[in-house]
């Protein structure tokens, strides 16, 4: 007699088989996800950690005393500034470069009113002016110009 498989018995082995298929199919998606996780996971840490490097400050001595705009009475301005990067490039541009980045904050300054001046968001307007002039001066001199932020750490208005 010759063995022939029954119509069940050839069903169960062909229902087996798709879903030995699907159960490996499934493993190797979950292990690709698993190892595409763990890469993305690495290369988050790295861009951390080159974000975290420390602040480096550079401070624009002596202090800034300039005359303002204002037309009915002399007034002035004395801005203790430091510059912010995180980049030891940036920060030794900013020491080369001192004399032309003090000489575009004094003018930017210079055009300031003391009533302008007088409420936070201007205070704010000038920072964000000030870093544009700084980052344009390094620009321009073919330096790196990664200077993230301008600092007044006094701000006097007489």
Excluded at 27 to 56: I, N, R, T, V, Y
Excluded at 83 to 102: I, K, N
Aim: proline share 4%; net charge neutral.
């Amino acid at each position: 007699m010759s063995a022939q498989p029954t119509p069940a018995k050839s069903k169960t082995k062909l229902i087996l088989a798709i879903v030995a298929v699907l159960v490996l199919a499934a493993a190797a998606g979950g292990g690709w996800f698993w190892w595409s996780g763990q890469a993305q996971a690495g290369e988050g840490e790295d861009a951390a950690a080159a974000a975290k490097s420390p602040a480096l400050y550079y401070a624009m001595e002596p202090a800034f005393v300039v005359n303002l705009v204002d037309a009915d009475v002399v007034r002035y301005l004395q801005a203790d500034v430091q510059l912010m990067t995180r980049d030891p490039e940036t920060a030794t541009a900013l020491e080369a470069h001192a004399p032309a980045v003090r000489n575009k904050l004094l003018l930017l300054f210079g055009q300031q009113s003391a009533t302008g001046l007088a409420q936070r968001a201007a205070k704010e307007q000038l920072q964000k002016q000030a870093l544009a002039e700084v980052q344009n001066v390094l620009k321009a001199e073919g330096a790196p110009a990664k200077v993230e932020a301008v600092y007044f750490t006094s701000l006097v208005t007489q």
